[in-house]
Nanobody, 120 residues
Framework: QVQLVESGGGLVQPGGSLRLSCAAS????????MGWYRQAPGKQRELVAV???????NYADSVKGRFTISRDNAKKTVSLQMSSLKPEDTAVYYC??????????????WGQGTQVPVSS
C-alpha cells in the first residue's frame, strides 16, 4: 500500500510565506511526477505545480515567481515553498504522485489535503 502524508499547512497573513511538505511511503519502486494541487471553496481542484523525476518543473500562471516546487528522490518527498501569499491562494492543498509499486502496479495517489487560509 502507498500513502502520501502532507504537513505544513496553516493560517498565514497576506504577503507571508509557508512551506508544505509531502512524504510518500509504502511499497514504492519508482515515483514519476509529483505535484501539488489546490481546491478553493466552491471551485474545482486545479494544478499548482508539478515536478518530474528529473526535476523539470511547471507552474500555474497564478503562482509563477511566488511558489517553488522541489523534491528529494532519496527521501521520497516533495515540497512547495510559497511566498508573497495572497488571499486568493486560500485553498486546501493536495499532494499528488504517480507511483509504480514493486508489484508493477502504476497509480496516481493523493494526500489527505492540508488547509492554507491566507487572511489578516
Amino acid at each position: 500500500q502507498v500513502q502520501l502524508v502532507e504537513s505544513g499547512g496553516g493560517l498565514v497573513q497576506p504577503g507571508g510565506s509557508l512551506r508544505l511538505s509531502c512524504a510518500a511511503s509504502g511499497s514504492i519502486f519508482r515515483i514519476n511526477n509529483m505535484g501539488w494541487y489546490r481546491q478553493a471553496p466552491g471551485k474545482q481542484r486545479e494544478l499548482v505545480a508539478v515536478i518530474t523525476s528529473g526535476s523539470t518543473t511547471n507552474y500555474a500562471d497564478s503562482v509563477k515567481g511566488r511558489f517553488t516546487i522541489s523534491r528529494d528522490n532519496a527521501k521520497k518527498t516533495v515540497s512547495l515553498q510559497m511566498s508573497s501569499l495572497k488571499p486568493e491562494d486560500t485553498a486546501v492543498y493536495y499532494c499528488n504522485a504517480d507511483i509504480i509499486q514493486w508489484s508493477g502496479v502504476l497509480g496516481a495517489y493523493w494526500g489527505q489535503g492540508t488547509q492554507v487560509p491566507v487572511s489578516s
